[in-house]
């Protein structure tokens, strides 16, 4: 089983980019197709973005569609989620998951193989 750590979350303003980082450990990543959620506070679990193991494919859901990129570097074992002109809504943990089934762009409510332990996301207006 990969075990994973997310990383890069901070207070930024309305407006502002940042990227996330999730390393992976104990496991090859390469086998792994990769996803971003969020759980904002009061809310639940949300898909955010996916990856294939390859690369080839990727999938991001609607409302962060246009500003959020999530990218991988396998030879890092190191999956990535850009995020500019972030909004007071995108406040959340966020969290990467890992599963060697992909599930195209229907991640929502999977119980994936391995889960990081989140990293804090705050946009202020």
């Known amino acids: 089983q990969v075990q994973l750590v997310e990383s890069g979350g901070g207070l930024v303003q309305a407006g502002d980019s940042l990227r996330l980082s999730c390393a992976a450990s104990?496991?090859?990543?390469?086998?792994?197709?990769m996803g971003w959620f969020r759980q904002a506070p009061g809310k639940e679990r949300e898909f955010v973005a996916a990856?294939?193991?390859?690369?080839?494919?990727?999938y991001n859901s609607d409302s962060v569609k246009g500003r959020f990129t999530i990218s991988r570097d396998n030879a890092k074992n190191t999956v990535y989620l850009q995020m500019n002109s972030l909004k007071v809504e995108d406040t959340a943990v966020y969290y990467c998951?890992?599963?060697?089934?992909?599930?195209?762009?229907?991640?929502?409510?999977?119980?994936?193989?391995?889960w990081g332990q989140g990293t804090l996301v705050t946009v202020s207006s």
């Open positions: 104990g496991r090859i990543l390469t086998y792994y197709n």
């Open positions: 990856i294939s193991w390859s690369g080839g494919a990727t």
């Open positions: 998951g890992a599963d060697k089934r992909w599930y195209g762009g229907n991640w929502s409510g999977k119980a994936l193989d391995s």
